[in-house]
């Protein structure tokens, strides 16, 4: 993220920047995020004046170059120059000789001006094009400066290029969307530096929206996909006349990495950079049927295609966010604009959109299509929907002062949500800080940086500003304080805690008593992958579409999240058998999920169980459901856990239990009650045809599988008194 600290002086005053480049620079390491590159801007236009063109000549010799007289403010001075466009009154930058060409300062192979004679006439250095200031990329011709300077004044002073532009890490800002704006980074160096900010006055949430004198119904918008939209706004603007930019535009726009095109697309630009809100401009002309303009916000249909502004053609994606007209879609929604609605020379009405999308969406489309832009570098980070409008109302009436009508009324897709404050006290945030701060140093901490606090006593009444999309908790109130009074300052003492042992978990001493008990009793235990293949849930009968999939698995052998343990179990058999093992008992304890069971939270509910199973090449006497049955009354005896085992019938009762029931022979099978009133906790039996067969088992396979909670919750404590 590139800041302009003349920009970022500019709206917030002298104040904040007494530090010298180098001593704010460190500290925003400290306090802010780390800073890859600093860029001193001055140097490169030391000497490089405004001069003035007194009189024009045709080179008597050469057809192609004409010969400038120029008044540099204190004498004239002769120049030869191939732009013959040049008139009596331009002003334009004089790059004398012994001076460098800025856009070569620094280089390997920096150009030095003389003064030499160009075909029999003398020039005296040359005139620089806005590429070799550095203002713009235009190379084609002298830049003819837009200012009121006289003759004789600096460049740097008439266009604010003595600037430094601080390269800051993106990561920093990850969680930050207020940080890839040039004002979100200037509040912050003064709260880091103990100053307070004020934001311009048109950056506020209730700022008064324009209104048009006389309204025309040609605009209106339909939102199908408001929960990946949440506001989409816009308007219509007449009277455009497509241009250039002023120089001092152009030139914040280059220094900050933005290729300057036009007035528009310019000063949309610059209010991104300011705020961090992209904001995009269609031709009204391109996008209107009949004289009005009907925008939808939807997903894709099958089948449409889009050029994009860069020329590359792309098949918008299911999930993609499209901004389409009747006719089909005009811009990949917060990513890039369509060929179809480009401002262009002719470009007369436009129609300014400002809206907020979905951050997650936006990656994912990004990254499907491989479309890196500074809208999705800004939108990827999750910008607020509350400041959509005060930038669409800033940047309407900059244009309305450059002679542009508003010609509707401004259309504003958005249901707000309320906002809550955060409730927290100083002992709260000090307790974690190891900080001794009173409620009022905190509550100045964070008023510098315009969040709002009410303190009442201890407590802390906290309301997030409406960039703020990050503050929700009051550990996120904790990380604020800690940061901007610096975590330098912060004591270095660890804190004073207990070093008594913490109690072990009942559930973990049930599973290290199952693990005894198990293992005294001759079973070996496993630990398998938690994913599994969907081939291994249908071999036993499970189905795949209740189990959760697994988008960027490892491997087609780790797509699903396994629904119970004993498929795991049932798939280690066979190799053990061949590896001469040829009979043995297998145990896991572990968790599953499935997808159709969540809990109150609405997050999926995870459950703990314990897998068995008991194989033999050869037959033993009995059946194999009695081997399993001895096991599971071995442990159940051992826990003192009350039990009885009844036939099972062709299938569990409720989702769970009939995925983990899959496996098993219904016929050959039993439900495990626990506890005297004989409450369901798990299955046990021999497994059906179609698993043995698939698995490659031996009929002489039984097993169980026993939910753990309930278990735990059964078991009886073992009261006894020394002899």
């Known amino acids: 993220m590139k800041v302009s600290v003349a920009l970022m002086k500019w709206y917030s005053g002298e104040q904040q920047w007494r530090l010298p480049v180098a001593d704010l620079v460190a500290k925003i390491g400290q306090q802010l995020g780390a800073v890859e590159e600093t860029i001193e801007l001055g140097p490169k236009y030391a000497g490089i004046i405004i001069v003035e063109i007194t009189e024009v000549k045709k080179h008597p ?21 191939g732009d013959t466009a040049l008139q009596v009154g331009d002003k334009v930058a004089w790059i004398a000789p012994g001076q460098t060409v800025p856009s070569t300062f620094g280089t390997d192979a920096p150009v030095v001006m003389e003064a030499r004679p160009l075909r029999g006439e003398m020039s005296n250095g040359m005139f620089g094009s806005g590429k070799e200031l550095g203002l713009n990329d235009d190379h084609h011709r002298v830049a003819v400066l837009d200012t009121d300077a006289p003759a004789g004044t600096l460049l740097a002073d008439a266009y604010d290029l003595n600037d430094t532009i601080i390269d800051i890490e993106n990561k920093m800002f990850t969680h930050r969307p207020d940080g890839f704006g040039n004002l ?11 100053l307070p900010f004020v934001s311009p006055e048109w950056y506020a949430e209730d700022a008064a929206l324009p209104q048009a004198d006389d309204p025309q119904d040609i605009l209106k918008v339909t939102n199908d996909i408001p929960e990946l939209v949440p506001r989409y706004m816009a308007v219509v603007l007449d009277g455009i006349t497509i241009a250039p930019s002023p120089l001092w535009l152009q030139s914040v726009l280059t220094r900050l990495g933005i290729r300057p095109i036009n007035n528009i697309v310019d000063l949309t630009n610059y209010y991104m950079i300011l705020t961090g809100q992209p904001l995009h401009a269609f031709d009204f002309d391109k996008v209107a049927v009949d004289g009005k303009a009907h925008i939808t916000v939807r997903k894709p249909k099958a089948g449409e295609t889009l050029t994009l502004l860069d020329g590359k053609t792309i098949t918008p994606g299911k999930n993609d966010m499209l901004i389409c007209n009747p006719a089909g879609p005009i811009a990949l929604g917060g990513v890039m604009g369509g060929q179809n ?11 300014l959109e400002v809206a907020t999308f979905d951050m997650f969406t936006i990656r994912r489309t990004s990254m499907a299509h491989g479309i890196f832009t500074d809208a999705v570098t800004r939108y990827s980070k999750g910008q607020s929907p509350r ?10 009436a900059e244009l309305a002062q450059a002679g542009a009508r508003q010609t509707s009324s401004i259309v504003d897709e958005y249901a707000p949500k309320p906002r809550t404050p955060i409730t927290t ?11 001794a701060l009173g409620a009022e140093t905190m509550a100045t901490t964070l008023n510098n940086v315009e969040i709002a606090v009410e303190t009442h006593g201890d407590e802390l009444l906290v309301t997030p500003p409406f960039w703020r999309t990050d503050l929700t908790i009051p550990e996120d109130i904790v990380e604020e304080v800690g940061r901007l009074q610096g975590y330098e300052n912060l004591p270095h003492n660890l804190p004073t805690r207990s070093t008594k042992a913490v109690d072990v978990p009942p559930m973990d001493v049930l599973k290290n008593r199952l693990r005894d008990t198990l293992a005294a009793a001759g079973a070996n235990e496993l630990q398998t992958y938690s994913f599994v293949p969907a081939k291994l849930l249908q071999t036993v009968g499970q189905n795949p579409e209740h189990a959760y999939a697994i988008r ?22 066979h190799p053990n058998i061949k590896a001469g093992y040829s009979t043995h008992a297998l145990f896991e304890l572990n968790k599953i999920h499935i997808k159709t069971d969540m809990d109150c939270d609405g997050l999926p509910r995870e459950y703990q169980t314990l897998a068995f199973v008991f194989a033999a090449q050869k037959p033993l006497p009995g059946a194999a459901y009695y081997q399993a049955k001895h096991y599971l009354e071995h442990i159940l005896a051992d826990l003192h856990v009350p039990y009885k085992i009844v036939p099972a019938s062709k299938e569990s009762p409720f989702e769970v239990g009939r995925q983990i029931f899959a496996p098993f022979e219904p016929k050959r099978s039993g439900y495990v009650l626990l506890g005297e009133a004989g409450e369901f906790g ?12 698939g698995l490659k088992l031996p009929d002489y396979t039984a097993g169980f599988e026993i939910d753990l909670e309930r278990l735990l919750q059964h078991q009886r404590p073992v009261n006894y008194a020394p002899i």
Request: net charge positive.
């Open 61 to 81: 010799n050469a057809d192609k170059l004409n010969v400038y007289q120029m008044f540099t403010g204190k004498d004239h001075v002769q120049i030869v120059s």
């Open 184 to 194: 979100g980074v200037a509040r912050e160096i003064a709260g880091i530096q103990n």
């Open 552 to 573: 960027n698995a490892l491997s087609p052998e780790l797509q699903h999240y396994r629904l119970s343990l004993t498929p795991s179990l049932l798939e280690k058999v």
């Open 387 to 396: 400041q959509t409008a005060p930038v669409l109302a800033k940047v309407v």
């Open 682 to 693: 798990g299955f046990i039996g021999e497994y059906h045809a179609a698993a043995r067969k």
């Open 341 to 351: 609605s480009e401002i262009s020379n002719q470009t007369k009405r436009i129609i």
């Open 425 to 435: 006290t100083s002992e709260f945030i000090n307790a974690r800080l190891g900080s």
